[in-house]
């Protein structure tokens, strides 16, 4: 059974930073692409970053570029999103997701075969 479990999340200050893990067990992580996607009240979800299994390729969203930073350890089965320079629009429930293509979740921006059950984010002004 596939299980991602995200942890991580909490209330900061805007300017402040949070780094969300995701540990992944059930699948072999290492062939996976991984990403984060959110969902803020009354939106849809949107997608954030994605991370390719050799972690040289990577994407974001152009609302994230140059703020948060995705990066995987495949020794550990996890995925980390570093997010600096939060800010209030940032809040939203982080969701993280496992294709088998990196290209579902980067080019296409759609979510995996596999979720977690999301961390809350609130960035307070």
């Known amino acids: 059974q596939v299980q991602l479990v995200e942890s991580g999340g909490g209330l900061v200050q805007t300017g402040g930073s949070l780094r969300l893990s995701c540990t992944a067990s059930?699948?072999?992580?290492?062939?996976?692409?991984m990403g984060w996607f959110r969902q803020a009240p009354g939106k849809e979800r949107e997608f954030v970053a994605a991370i390719g299994w050799n972690v040289g390729n990577t994407y974001y969203a152009d609302s994230v570029k140059g703020r948060f930073t995705i990066s995987r350890d495949n020794v550990k089965n996890a995925v980390y999103l570093q997010m600096n320079s939060l800010k209030p629009e940032d809040t939203a429930v982080y969701y993280c997701?496992?294709?088998?293509?990196?290209?579902?979740?980067?080019?296409?921006?759609?979510?995996?075969?596999?979720w977690g059950q999301g961390t809350q984010v609130t960035v307070s002004s």
């Open positions: 997701t496992a294709a088998y293509d990196i290209h579902t979740l980067g080019i296409d921006n759609k979510g995996g075969d596999y």
């Open positions: 059930g699948l072999t992580f290492s062939a996976y692409a």
